[in-house]
């Protein structure tokens, strides 16, 4: 189920949070290991979920990734995308890393707008001021989101929130013609 976002609602937002597993990625992890015995883990990204975060920031948006694990994979995909602040925490202690963000960033939970699935997320989610699921979160994150995606994680749902959330503010049309422009040499 999706719907839109109130234009209230999307010009608070100053930062937006993204969870990595479930959202970024469909949720599943290939794990193994080389012939030399040196362990594997690769995840599947989005690449037009990966366009739209990059559409945040060149529209003057924070975007920070709170993961509750731990993954090569995650920093890299971090990395390409430019995304500068990628935190990574064992056990899913977002509530605390969250926290100091907003302290570091001078922000309120008001000007936050996250993007979840699963409990890991929810500690973070019930605070912020613009919750977003993906199609498939579970019933906790699904009970609470402000705004829910048509597409599953690691399908879609991050791009679809992320033009959604740039129409509510009214810039998705300038940040696609920018891009655009720059590319075309106009």
Known sequence: ???TIPAELAHRVKLVIFDVDGVLTDSGLYVGETADGVDVELKRFDIQDGVGIKMLMWSGL???I?????SKATSIRARE????ECYQEPDAH???VVERILDEKGLDWDDVAMIGDDIPDLAVMRRVGLKAAVANATGPIAEIADWTA?????????REFTDELLRA????ADVVERYVAERSGT
Do not use: P
Not at 66 to 70: E, H, L, P
Not at 81 to 84: K, P, R
Not at 150 to 158: C, Y
Not at 169 to 172: A, S, V
């Open 1 to 3: 189920m999706t719907q």
């Open 62 to 64: 924070d975007v920070v």
């Open 66 to 70: 709170v993961s509750g694990r731990v």
């Open 81 to 84: 995308l430019g995304v500068e």
């Open 94 to 96: 977002k509530l605390r």
């Open 150 to 158: 048509s597409k599953r994680g690691g399908h879609g749902a991050a």
């Open 169 to 172: 503010r009214g810039d998705l």
